[in-house]
């Protein structure tokens, strides 16, 4: 039977009122340490007094005023996210799937300008390059993107057409895909949903410059990797990339909804008016808690304890020498561990003892706790982890 709330897993049936930190409070007053953050977006956790602040103050101004018009905190949130992104320009959203889809348009006007420059042109520069394994939402042009089969079931097609994907680490894909039909190629630098994949810093060099010398525009998908979950602001910036998009939404608003395609170089003026929008896209709310959080990840320590955090967690973890963990591994606190169990029903015996974790792939543990999580509870946490690990 399907439950109240479409498509909520039922089978974890906790139901929480509040939270605080890398703390959450069930209705029964049972206490959680939250490795999820909702699915890496509480990145600064629970109940933190400068998102709270932030959400008060702009809901006393104003919450929505439509793309009409600029408001003072968009302007200001455009000038500092594209800033720190190192663009020029920002499209806000309210989801990673429509940041992608953005990012997807922004690409196929780009081939088509392209194509007006090169007359009796053959093959129309249309191609959207992905790599297997990725995810990058789930609207139906953002679900062809997506390089799993298990998302192109035929209960929804048909999808869009105009994308190849193509596997990591493979060098000989590169000669070949990268020809005058590709306007885009898109990958996620760490892939999230896909098993918490790291993508090999040389290979995604050489593919971001096989795509730019094929004329098409390089797109990172940092909806899951950005916002500092990797342990820099961006990800792409850590891997040397310099892409010309990069898509964010998860943890930049700390929880409000949002997201941003955010651009620059030869993508700047690829959009004009009436290309592309959205109603609640930069709503001044989203914008005033994007600029708390931007602020919060910038300042002095904040990245320096995502990496030291997650570099505890994933040295721990392998100090155990358990033969049900095949593999540890992650970036910042972005942290996969491979494990022998179903994912599922390691998730399931965590939650009953008071821990949230996530999966990923087929046979991974992935944690993605709030970025300001500190060595006490990351302790309690594992100390939970390793006898769930241990009772099976
Ligand atoms: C979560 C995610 C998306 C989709 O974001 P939504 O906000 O759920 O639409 C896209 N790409 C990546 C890499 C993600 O992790």
């Given amino acids: 039977m399907a439950g109240i709330i479409a498509n909520n897993f039922g089978s974890l049936s906790v139901v929480f009122k509040s939270g605080n930190g890398a703390e959450l409070t069930a209705e029964d007053g049972k206490k959680y340490i939250d490795f999820v953050s909702g699915i890496g977006v509480n990145c600064l956790g629970h109940n933190h007094p400068a998102l709270v ?4 103050e702009q809901a006393q101004k104003q919450i929505h005023i439509s793309n009409y018009y600029n408001s003072d905190v968009g302007l200001a949130f455009a000038r500092e996210i594209t800033k720190a992104a190192g663009m020029d320009c920002v499209y806000f959203c309210n989801s990673g799937a429509e940041a992608n889809e ?3 348009k922004l690409a196929r006007k780009y081939g088509w300008l392209s194509d007006q420059q090169e007359k009796n042109k053959a093959v129309p520069r249309k191609t959207i390059v992905t790599l297997e394994k990725s995810f990058h939402g789930r609207s139906l042009a953002t679900l062809r993107a997506t390089g799993q089969e298990k998302f192109h079931a035929d209960s929804f097609a048909p999808y869009p057409d105009g994308f190849k994907h193509i596997k990591p680490g493979d060098y000989e894909a590169l000669k070949t895909v990268f020809d005058s039909s590709v306007c885009g190629f898109l990958m996620e630098c760490v892939q999230g949903e896909g098993g918490v994949n790291l993508i090999d810093a040389e290979w995604a060099k050489a593919a971001c410059e096989a795509a730019r010398n094929a004329g098409a525009l390089v797109m990172i998908d940092e909806v899951q990797t950005g916002m500092g979950r990797t342990g820099t602001l961006f990800a792409s910036a850590a891997m040397d990339l310099h892409p010309d998009v990069i898509t964010c ?17 030869k993508a700047t003026d690829v959009f004009v008016a009436g290309d592309h929008q959205s109603t609640f896209g930069g709503n001044p709310l989203a914008c005033a808690c994007g600029r708390a959080v931007l602020k919060e990840l910038q300042s002095p320590g904040f990245l320096d304890n995502v990496n030291a955090a997650g570099e505890f967690i994933r040295e721990t973890i392998k100090s155990w020498n358990l033969p049900c963990v095949t593999e540890v591994r992650g970036k910042g606190l972005m942290i996969g561990i491979d494990v022998t169990m179903v994912p599922g029903e390691v998730q399931k015996k965590c939650l009953a003892n008071g821990l949230c974790v996530s999966t990923a ?11 300001i999580l500190d060595k006490v509870t990351a302790e309690k946490g594992l100390a939970i982890f390793k006898d769930v690990l241990l009772s099976f």
């Fill in 249 to 265: 939404a998860k943890g930049i608003a700390g929880g409000v909804p949002m997201g941003a395609c955010i651009y620059g170089g």
């Fill in 102 to 104: 953005a990012a997807i």
């Fill in 53 to 56: 602040a932030a959400i008060t």
């Fill in 361 to 371: 792939g087929t046979k991974t543990v992935r944690f993605l706790p709030p970025l």
